[in-house]
């Protein structure tokens, strides 16, 4: 059943959503060559728990960190270790928070240094594909005319839109009806109303859709090795325009 939340519901997720968009610059601010990922967990980490939140991944499903950092080939899911960003990597940060009964979920890709052209179009048209998707979260559309707007600019780009893993509705859980692919064709689906909270989060590979998951049980990596992006926010469908909780306005 997909949940529809009160106006009083969305004032407490879009205070979850603010610390995940807070969290997300910060990071910002220190992803260079040299860094390790443990080190990227550990910041966001405390800066989500001086924002009064809670991080939403850690011990999730039996998830080890409170953050998930993804380097190159890495999809999505990558757990932090004492492995440093080197220049040219693109690193994609997925975090979630916790905050007075409601959960807010935002993933963004970081260049590290100089990276390469196709590196550079990959997180823009990811990104790009993202604001597309948000845009047809509109009261009235169908569900998957979201996931058609994402697939249709990244394969327009030469890219390809994974199929393994979705975005989802969001709200006193972290994963909530319904699931929102990053693919398939408009028109379809449940009808969007207003209220409604979805993450969307396309992960866009720059060649082969297809991945596999490595021995962590976790880490999510392109099959054939090449480079993917993730960018997420949590949206409130509404009339006219979706409601972006996870941007700092």
Known sequence: MILIKSAGEIEIMASAGRICALALEAVKGIIA?????????????????????QPA??????????????????????????RKLREGDIASVDLGVYYKGFYGDAAKTFAVGEVS??????????EESLDLGISRAVAGARLSDISHAIQTHAEENGFSVVRSFVGHGIGRALHEEP?????????????????????????VNAGSWKVRV???GWTAVTEDGRLSAHYEHTVIVDEGQPSVLTRLS
């Open 214 to 216: 490595l021995g962590d």
């Open 117 to 126: 052209p196709e590196a550079r179009k990959l997180m823009r048209v990811t």
């Open 57 to 82: 991944f850690l011990g999730y499903r039996g998830y080890p960190a409170a953050v998930c950092v993804s380097i190159n080939e890495q999809v999505v899911h990558g757990i932090p270790t004492g």
């Open 179 to 203: 699931q929102v692919p990053n693919f398939g064709p408009p028109g379809k689906g449940p009808r969007l109303l207003r209220g409604m909270a979805l993450a969307i989060e396309p992960m």
């Open 33 to 53: 060559p040299g860094i390790s990922t443990k080190e990227i967990e550990k910041f966001a980490h405390d800066l989500i728990k001086k924002e009064g939140g």
